[in-house]
């Protein structure tokens, strides 16, 4: 007679998760998706294991900061070169790439060890509503954190497609 004892494989299985960056504050955002990223929201977590999710981000270009951050954040890179020390301002980051914003402030939430390049692969960003073939994948919009009644895996559903299905479906309703 067998058992399973200890942690399925079941258990282990990758969560596709869709967050809406619309009007969310950058340091909270980031918070909740280094969790998901590590696997912290799961009740098998082991800090040694790779055990989290995949995060879908969408609308990255319209994040906000609280404060003054817009106008004191700066973003440095450097070529290890004497004098190779580049600094970009918050505002022009959030033109040229307002993915990498969220990318580096993710990367600074999670632990620094072997696994953080690993955790940050599952991390896919997108400045606008659109995610392509990926939104496929999305199993859970942290919206309302549930599945919508007529889901279909073959289709994205984003906030942004959620409300324009809404609209449609009043419009049906309404026209005689």
Known sequence: MSQAV??????????????????RVLGKLAERIALVLMGKHKPIYDPSVDCGDYVVVTNSKKVKVTGRKSEQLLFRKHSMYPGGLKETPYKDMMEIHPDEIIRQAVSGMLPKNKLRERRLERLKIFPAHRMGIIGGNIMRSWDDGTLPPDFNPSTPTTS???KLLGNQSEKFKSSP
Request: proline share 0%.
């Open 6 to 23: 200890g942690n399925t494989a079941l258990a282990y299985a990758r969560v596709w998760h869709h967050v809406d960056a619309s009007d």
């Open 160 to 162: 942004e497609t959620l």
